[in-house]
């Protein structure tokens, strides 16, 4: 997919990760549309990305039928979609057998929504507007790219519901792909170590750097902008279809 022609709906789009990549593919001369929750931060995304290429909707991904009308919204405004981005997710921590007792069963329910249901529900809105698209070269007519999280392999303790979320995300990449693959739509998964995001900048300066203490090389942190470049390897590349890639510096989490 040529950067150019990129139109895009990136979750989670006004912060972090998503953020991140919004200004990559606007860079590249994209256009994009964000879909998050904050409306303070949605606003100051388009002024500094520009109007004319980028719009902000304020959305719930797990609505579904909120996601498949702002989908098909962006498309208009973009002039086109062929490409959705999640970045969505909340981190759910929570033990299961905690000082207040067990786990409250929706504090688990709602971590799974939005990380994997969440997810899914915008693949599939992105995947039903992708399929009428004109086919490009090698007959792709969009790419999905999901985030996971290297606790889907590794969750710590406390990450139980955060980790089933992650998991169930690289689980059904290949499938997706597989099911997709006869519209020239690919579907591809993104697991990141740690990473400086919102969620990192609010952590104590001495847990900041024990955290990056544990990662072999390069000893830091992930930086947005590289998980930014990692998206935009994906669409360059077609062969990159159903594989989840851990972006996380051989980093391997311990049990807390």
Same mark, same amino acid.
């Given at each position: 997919? +040529? @950067?150019? %022609?990129?139109?895009?709906?990136?979750?989670?789009? $006004? /912060?972090?990760? #998503?953020?991140?990549? *919004?200004? &990559?593919?606007?860079?590249?001369?994209?256009?994009?549309?964000?879909?998050?929750?904050?409306?303070?931060?949605?606003?100051?995304?388009?002024?500094?990305?520009?109007?004319?290429?980028?719009?902000?909707?304020?959305?719930?991904?797990?609505?579904?039928?909120?996601?498949?009308?702002?989908?098909? +919204? @962006?498309? %208009?405004?973009?002039?086109?979609?062929?490409?959705? $981005? /999640?970045?969505? #997710?909340?981190?759910? *921590?929570? &033990?299961?057998?905690?000082?207040?007792?067990?786990?409250?069963?929706?504090?688990?329910?709602?971590?799974?929504?939005?990380?994997?249901?969440?997810?899914?529900?915008?693949?599939?809105?992105?995947?039903?507007?992708?399929?009428?698209?004109?086919?490009?070269?090698?007959?792709?007519?969009?790419?999905?790219?999901?985030?996971?999280?290297?606790?889907?392999?590794?969750?710590?303790?406390?990450?139980?519901?955060?980790? *089933?979320?992650?998991?169930?995300?690289?689980?059904?990449?290949?499938?997706?792909?597989?099911?997709?693959?006869?519209?020239?739509?690919?579907?591809?998964?993104?697991?990141?170590?740690?990473?400086?995001?919102?969620?990192?900048?609010?952590?104590?300066?001495?847990?900041?750097?024990?955290?990056?203490?544990?990662?072999?090389?390069?000893?830091?942190?992930?930086?947005?902008?590289?998980?930014?470049?990692?998206?935009?390897?994906?669409?360059?590349?077609?062969?990159?279809?159903?594989?989840?890639?851990?972006?996380?510096?051989?980093?391997?989490?311990?049990?807390?």
């Amino acid at each position: 997919m +040529q @950067a150019d %022609q990129v139109r895009a709906v990136v979750t989670g789009g $006004v /912060s972090g990760l #998503g953020l991140a990549v *919004a200004r &990559r593919l606007v860079a590249d001369g994209g256009k994009v549309a964000l879909l998050d929750l904050n409306d303070d931060k949605g606003a100051a995304a388009v002024a500094e990305l520009g109007q004319d290429r980028a719009h902000y909707y304020r959305i719930d991904v797990t609505d579904e039928a909120a996601v498949a009308r702002t989908l098909d +919204q @962006a498309r %208009q405004a973009l002039g086109g979609l062929n490409l959705a $981005v /999640s970045c969505a #997710g909340i981190l759910g *921590a929570g &033990r299961v057998l905690g000082k207040e007792g067990p786990m409250p069963l929706d504090g688990f329910a709602r971590t799974v929504m939005v990380n994997l249901v969440g997810s899914f529900n915008v693949a599939k809105a992105a995947a039903n507007l992708f399929q009428h698209n004109e086919a490009g070269e090698d007959g792709e007519r969009g790419v999905i790219v999901n985030t996971a999280s290297v606790a889907a392999w590794e969750g710590q303790i406390g990450q139980a519901a955060y980790s *089933a979320s992650k998991a169930g995300v690289v689980g059904m990449t290949l499938p997706m792909a597989r099911e997709l693959a006869r519209f020239g739509i690919r579907v591809m998964t993104i697991a990141p170590g740690v990473f400086w995001t919102p969620m990192v900048d609010g952590m104590p300066e001495a847990v900041q750097q024990s955290l990056a203490a544990t990662i072999p090389f390069p000893a830091r942190l992930g930086r947005p902008e590289e998980y930014a470049e990692t998206v935009a390897f994906i669409l360059r590349n077609r062969y990159l279809n159903g594989e989840t890639i851990r972006l996380d510096g051989a980093t391997r989490l311990a049990a807390k």
